[in-house]
């Protein structure tokens, strides 16, 4: 027999390497396939542990990656898509959420685009209500696509175990999950969020009380450039005209600046307290929760242990209410009614008391109590910043009585569709329907200007101040998208 060259050798070498490596890569495979749901469980089952594989809330991780999937297709080809454009246009672009992520890393073309017809539609209307943001429609469907898939197979025993395993929903997500269970159903999720809140690593807990917020990295960006321009004027006309000197709705200004100096005033007094913070760190809502932890960690982290032991004290209540419930077997309600006939008391009301008792609905009892759980106090800086908004309006429309006022507002950024719309009196007024429509009409012609420049055969031009309207097209849409400011921190490429 002859003997093996040398080539041939190797050839071997490497043939047998590659079989090595497709044995440890179907081993690896085969390994991730073990922790998938059996296939003799029903279908619905196995969607529910295919959502509790990982440990975390599945509502967030969810809905954080349906999030990202919806502006990857927005991005490719729904941006051009009649529906999508339908929807945009009605809604006037998206919410001030969901348009700081169209703007990171999306392309500038693509932006005067979506923001081209956008704008033509504010020009063309006199109303300007806004429909649902396309964004939060898919998030909302999402969230309620993630319930409805786990929380009513939680009585499955595999699920349960998978949802106790791995932590089950985050806070919020748990509230929203409660609002539509039966009892048995709440119970789980209740005990579940019960076990995490007390057992909650510092880590862990501003996910777990907060749930997820892709958005607050953005916001705390784009927040900076407002306090660098709060500067407290002379007097009351003197403060008005320094915000209408900015290139910026006032309103949005003047309410980011204080929303921004209660989370400071909020950060100050964690940090003077050396045990819990103020009281009003219990009440923040998530978003707020989480401005306040890009801000201060320690600080965040108060608010955390404040809103855990609240709510554990409410889980507590709920499952107590839950145990005191009326039995649903006749035998159990005819002796909890012979209780109550026999408990001290007057005389005459026994008959009426044993009645009520022993026909005592089982669900509405616990619909109280679950409505007691479920209801959640307003956020502080929420309604701070609402009040701000409404009195800052309010200004602005007696302000615009002045001959001066009304003639420097003619030459300025003026406000937003968004507080035109929402704050009453100011649509009705002149000068600000005027400059709006009048800054509307010449963003709309910036943004056919470059679109125009986009296309191969006037690829001569150099561009010109339309390469960045859709940037000032937001913030005459919606300044609270750039939180007040210009919204020039962070956004597109300038790639075409």
Same mark, same amino acid.
């Given at each position: /027999? ?28 085969? *390994? ?21 594989? &990982? ?28 529906? /999508?454009?339908?929807? /945009? ?27 081209? @017809? ?8 006199? %109303? ?11 998030? #909302? ?8 898939? =786990?929380?009513?197979?939680? #009585? ?6 998978? @949802? !106790? ?13 409660? +609002? ?8 789980? =999720?209740?005990? *579940? ?23 607050? !990295? ?42 921004? +100096? @209660? ?27 989480? %401005?306040? *932890?890009?801000?201060?960690? %320690? ?62 609905? +089982? ?6 109590? #679950? ?18 908004? #409404? ?21 300025? &950024? ?7 719309? *929402? =704050? ?47 940037? +000032? ?24």
């Amino acid at each position: /027999m002859a003997s093996t060259t040398p080539a041939r050798a190797t050839a071997s070498k490497k043939g047998d390497e590659a079989i090595e490596l497709k044995t440890k890569l179907r081993a690896t495979s085969t *390994t991730r396939v073990e922790g998938l749901p059996p296939r003799e469980q029903p279908r619905e089952v196995r969607e529910a542990l295919q959502l509790l594989l &990982h440990p975390g809330c599945p509502a967030c991780r969810f809905c954080d990656h349906k999030d990202a999937k919806f502006f990857d297709w927005f991005e490719i080809e729904k941006y051009g898509q009649q529906p /999508m454009v339908k929807a /945009m246009r009605a809604s006037l672009g998206m919410c001030p959420a969901h348009t700081r992520q169209l703007v990171t890393n999306r392309s500038s073309w693509l932006l005067t685009t979506v923001y081209g @017809y956008v704008v033509s539609a504010a020009v063309s209307r006199t %109303d300007w209500t806004r429909a649902t943001c396309p964004a939060c429609a898919d998030a #909302r469907w999402a969230l309620q696509h993630v319930l409805g898939l =786990i929380v009513p197979q939680i #009585r499955e025993p595999a699920v349960r175990k998978a @949802y !106790a395993q791995t932590g089950g929903f985050c806070l919020p997500h748990a509230l929203a999950a409660i +609002r539509s269970a039966s009892i048995e159903e709440a119970v789980v =999720i209740a005990r *579940t969020l019960l076990g995490q809140l007390e057992g909650a690593a510092v880590d862990d807990g501003v996910a777990l009380v907060a749930g997820s917020d892709t958005d607050s !990295a953005l916001r705390h960006v784009h927040r900076q450039p407002v306090l660098e321009t709060a500067e407290p004027g002379a007097s009351t006309l003197g403060a008005l005209a320094d915000r209408l000197a900015g290139e910026a709705c006032p309103i949005c200004n003047h309410a980011c600046q204080t929303e921004h +100096r @209660y989370l400071e005033w909020l950060l100050s007094e964690s940090l003077r307290h050396d045990t819990d913070g103020p009281a009003e760190a219990r009440g923040l809502c998530p978003s707020h929760v989480h %401005d306040l *932890t890009c801000l201060s960690v %320690d600080a965040g982290i108060k608010a955390v242990g404040l809103q855990a032991a609240s709510a554990a004290a409410g889980i507590r209540r709920l499952l107590e209410e839950v145990e005191g419930l009326p039995p649903c077997d006749p035998v159990g309600r005819l002796q909890l009614a012979a209780r109550a006939f026999g408990a001290p008391g007057s005389a005459s009301k026994r008959p009426r008391r044993a009645l009520a008792v022993g026909l005592a609905s +089982r669900k509405q009892s616990y619909a109280a109590a #679950r409505e007691i759980f479920v209801r959640r106090q307003p956020c502080p800086v929420c309604q701070v910043v609402v009040e701000t908004e #409404r009195r800052s309006g309010d200004l602005l429309r007696i302000a615009l009585l002045d001959a001066d006022v009304s003639d420097r507002y003619r030459r300025c &950024h003026g406000v937003c569709v968004h507080h035109a719309a *929402t =704050i009453a009196g100011l649509a009705e007024s002149a000068p600000v329907r005027e400059r709006l429509h009048a800054r509307l009409s010449l963003l709309g012609w910036e943004l056919d200007e470059g679109v125009r420049k986009s296309a191969w055969q006037w690829r001569f031009e150099p561009p010109g101040p339309e390469a960045d309207a859709w940037r +000032r097209a937001i913030t005459q849409l919606d300044g609270r998208a750039f939180l007040g400011s210009a919204g020039t921190r962070g956004g597109a490429s300038e790639d075409t």
